[in-house]
């Protein structure tokens, strides 16, 4: 009888301690996966208000509006030019980009957005246009943007890599 009882305990005291360990990683599990949850609403209202604040910079040739849109280490890939990496070189950038150009509008539509964790994305279309001083008619571009965006320390959500295509113009 002594010999089954201490079997018993044997075989229980492991079980019961592997379930209490069960039992603390599907707590913790359950924590990291609320972590992970972002509350897509939210986002989209965030999101909506970067690209608002992003066209009323860009079309005003505020450069360093936009590159505070920007994390520090942010990348931009343009079509068919060189990476730019961090926000003092995103806003030369733009800064040069503006010299001697009026009129600028743009229209960007998210079409798609997600997020995990402290990251999320953005995609969609954008068309703009301005007037480069000395030309007759105006530039005009228009394709697809992805941007990936990192959430800051304040709760706001920064751009940290930005991608865009240039569609081929309508013949």
């Known amino acids: 009888m002594r ?39 939210a986002l989209g209202e965030s999101f909506a208000a970067v690209r608002a604040e992003y066209k009323q910079a860009w079309e005003a040739g505020d450069a360093t509006a936009l590159a505070a849109l920007y994390t520090e280490d942010a990348t931009r890939f343009p079509p068919d030019a060189e990476v730019i990496s961090g926000s003092a070189a995103i806003e030369q950038e733009f800064a040069e980009s503006f010299v001697a150009t009026t009129g600028r509008e743009i229209t960007i539509t998210q079409t ?45 959500w920064k751009m940290c890599a930005h991608m865009w295509t240039s569609a081929a113009p309508e013949e």
């Open 3 to 41: 010999l089954t009882k201490l079997a018993l305990v044997l075989v229980l005291a492991p079980c019961l301690a592997l379930s209490s360990c069960a039992e603390q990683a599907g707590e913790q599990e359950a924590q990291v996966e609320m972590a992970m949850t972002v509350d897509l609403e």
């Open 112 to 156: 798609d957005m997600g997020a995990s964790g402290n990251l999320a994305y953005s995609a969609g279309t954008y068309s703009y246009s301005y007037q480069v001083e000395g030309e007759a008619e105006p530039l005009t571009a228009a394709g697809n943007y992805l941007v990936v965006s990192k959430m800051a320390e304040d709760g706001s």
